[in-house]
Each structure stands twice: as structure tokens, then as C-alpha cells.
């Protein structure tokens, strides 16, 4: 079981938006930096949203982050077919010393 | 532009040995916090280990601690992880990635290598 909890699945159509949660506690998401994830099919993760909502090179505004509390939201707007793929949000966990990811969440776009 | 290849995967029996390597170009490896990630078939993913710059910082998943060793080479622009007493439950590919840092600890994982593909298997 992970210590940060996502949903194991979301859907939506093209051209839609979506939002991604990721929940944790005071250890890990209420005091450390998130960062999310996406995983294509077939490929390594890459790099999406970091720190408040910071995008690396690359990757399209239609992607955003934000942290309330002990929780993460990634947003997706304008959904493409492109876009279906596995997303993962993860951050330090000062307790346990450890780096800790979110279960995964499998984008479908309809 | 960066690049990472992980090496020395395949497959080994219960209770084998196995080393990682991870070949790091296109950016400052000697001041980069550097990290072990892997993935279980059809899992998500698993951080494994995290050794800062110059190796002063290193941490274990409980998972692998007592287990495996991680290691750096600065001057070959290397990282290393020393996998003993393998289980079956540590079939997985392992990725190599980079990581920013505050402190002591990283926050972000920048960059990731396509990983290497370790079977523990009789």
C-alpha cells in the first residue's frame, strides 16, 4: 500500500479536463515539494509539474499543479488521445526518510 | 543533452547477487543527487535508493536495506547499485534518475534513464 493514495483511474473525453489527487499527510505532501509524473506505454517516467507549479521544457501549459494542505492536484486541460498514459505524484518523506510515490493513476481518453 | 543508461541487468536465481551500473552524460554528475527507482510488471513505481554528490547522504527502501548497496564514481560519471540476496519480489526494471536537492534530501526526480530489466527467478 502506498503511502500516497491516488485514484487507480480516471477518464474523460477529448477536449475535456481532468484532475488528478493525490493524498498524503503532514510527513510528505504538508511539508515537502510534489512532483508528478507521467508514464507512456512502453516507456520510462518522465518529468511533468515540480514544485508549486513549475513545467520543465517542453511540456504544455495544458498540464498544472497545485497543493493544498496534505494534498496534490494535477490538472489536464484540453485532453488529448496522446495525453493516455500513467501519471504518479511523489515527494520526500521527512519521517521516514524515504522517497515516496503515489499508486498511479491510468489516464484513458475516450 | 542528458543521458543516462542503466546496464547489468537479467536474470538471476533466488539468493543471487547482481550490480547496476549507470553511465551518466550531458550534465554535472558530481554535484547531482542521483536515485534507484524500479517498477514491478504491471506495478508502479518503487523508489529503491537515493546517494547524494559525494555519497555523504544515502538512503534505503526498507524493502532492500541490509540488502543492496549503493555507490557512486564521480570521476566516471557512474552510479552503481550492488543488489545481494535477491527475492523473487525484486523482478523489476530499474531506472536511474536524477534528482534536485534541498539539503540533504532530493525533491524532485529530473531525469530518468529507460532502465534495465533484473528477473530473479529459479
Keep these: 500500500q502506498s503511502v500516497l493514495t491516488q485514484p487507480p483511474s480516471v477518464s474523460a473525453a477529448p477536449g475535456q479536463q481532468v484532475t488528478i489527487s493525490c493524498s498524503g499527510g503532514s510527513s510528505n505532501i504538508g511539508n515537502n515539494y510534489v512532483s508528478w509524473y507521467h508514464q507512456l506505454p512502453g516507456t520510462a517516467p518522465k518529468l511533468l ?62 | 543533452e542528458v543521458q543516462l543508461v542503466e546496464s547489468g541487468g537479467g536474470l538471476v536465481k533466488p539468493g543471487g547477487s547482481l550490480r547496476l551500473s549507470c553511465a551518466a ?7 547531482s543527487y542521483m536515485n534507484w527507482v524500479r517498477q514491478a510488471p504491471g506495478k508502479g513505481l518503487e523508489w529503491v535508493s537515493s546517494i547524494s554528490s559525494d555519497s555523504t547522504y544515502i538512503y534505503f527502501a526498507d524493502s532492500v536495506k541490509g540488502r543492496f548497496i549503493i555507490s557512486r564514481d564521480n570521476a566516471k560519471n557512474s552510479l552503481y547499485l550492488q543488489m545481494n540476496s535477491l527475492r523473487a ?8 534518475a536524477t534528482a534536485a536537492a534541498v539539503g540533504a534530501t532530493p525533491y524532485l526526480l529530473e531525469y530518468w534513464g529507460q532502465g534495465s530489466l533484473v528477473t530473479v527467478s529459479a
Design chain 1, 49 to 110: 509539474i515540480y514544485d508549486k507549479n513549475e513545467r520543465p521544457s517542453g511540456i504544455p501549459d495544458r498540464f498544472s499543479g497545485s497543493k493544498s494542505g496534505t494534498s496534490a492536484t494535477l490538472g489536464i486541460t484540453g485532453l488529448q488521445t496522446g495525453d493516455e498514459a500513467d501519471y504518479y505524484c511523489g515527494t520526500w518523506d521527512s519521517s521516514l526518510s524515504a522517497w515516496v510515490f503515489g499508486g498511479g493513476t491510468k489516464l484513458t481518453v475516450l
Design chain 2, 25 to 31: 552524460s550531458g550534465f554535472t554528475f558530481s554535484i
Design chain 2, 89 to 96: 519480489e525484486d523482478t523489476a526494471v530499474y531506472y536511474c
